[in-house]
């Protein structure tokens, strides 16, 4: 079983949904990304939590350390929105390293 | 300037050839990573240097050789590839404060192809 778990792996909407990428993890962690790659694409940071909740014009991103668990929200999703969507954590294992275990992502398909 | 740039974007090589990956970053960031990732797979992490001295290896073999002259600059150099070392390939910095995690922020992207 991965340490980092995400749900679901693919998921198709319509344009105007709202849209739940969930993550769970079974390790203790520093901090929690979330990261969007476009196909072929780099990766871009989108949020970097250690609790509570953030937001990002339609992103909300939140944490909930004893449940072991992350949501990603997007509101009025649009098709620009369409990318593989990576949770990613830190471990408090690994001494001072920077050490990050990526989920397997979710492939998003926003469709106009 | 908060960025992370990688050249180049694209690079096809033949398995006898020597080329280099360059990474850029001017953010004062004393960690780079250069991570490797398959399609659809998360990306892999293949080193780290903190302080411009390589700290971590995560058992790469010896044709991938990484370089960092100086705190601003990370390459990859690359010697008698395979196919399969046909990838993305990453670049990441961040500070470097032992006592609390950092946030990486990562480049483009080279994608790379071996015939």
């Known amino acids: 079983k991965n340490e980092v778990e995400q749900s679901p792996q693919n998921l198709t909407a319509q344009e105007g949904e709202f849209i739940t990428i969930n993550c769970s993890y079974s390790v203790g962690i520093s901090a929690l990304h979330w990261l969007q790659q476009h196909p072929g694409g780099g990766i871009v940071s989108l949020f970097m939590?250690?609790?509570g909740k953030k937001k990002h014009g339609r992103l909300i991103a939140t944490i909930n350390i004893q449940e072991k668990h992350s949501s990603l929200h997007i509101t009025a999703s649009h098709p620009r929105d369409s990318a593989v969507y990576i949770c990613a954590v830190r471990p408090n294992y690994g001494g001072a390293t920077n050490k990050l275990i990526f989920g397997t992502g979710t492939l998003l398909a926003v469709q106009p | 300037d908060t960025e992370v740039t990688q050249t180049p974007k694209h690079l096809v090589m033949g398995m006898t050839n020597k080329k280099s990956l360059k990474c850029e970053q001017h953010?004062?960031?004393?960690?780079m990573y250069w991570y490797k990732q398959k399609a659809k797979k998360p990306p892999e992490l293949m080193f780290v240097y903190s302080y411009e001295k390589l700290s971590i290896n995560e058992s790469v073999p010896s044709r991938f050789s990484p370089e960092c002259p100086n705190s601003s600059l990370l390459n990859l150099h690359l010697h008698a590839l395979q196919p399969e070392d046909s990838a993305l390939y990453l670049c990441?910095?961040?500070?470097?404060?032992?006592?609390?995690?950092?946030?990486?922020?990562f480049g483009p992207g080279t994608r790379l192809t071996v015939l």
């Open positions: 939590l250690s609790s």
């Open positions: 990441a910095s961040s500070q470097l404060n032992l006592v609390s995690y950092n946030e990486q922020f």
């Open positions: 953010m004062g960031h004393r960690a």
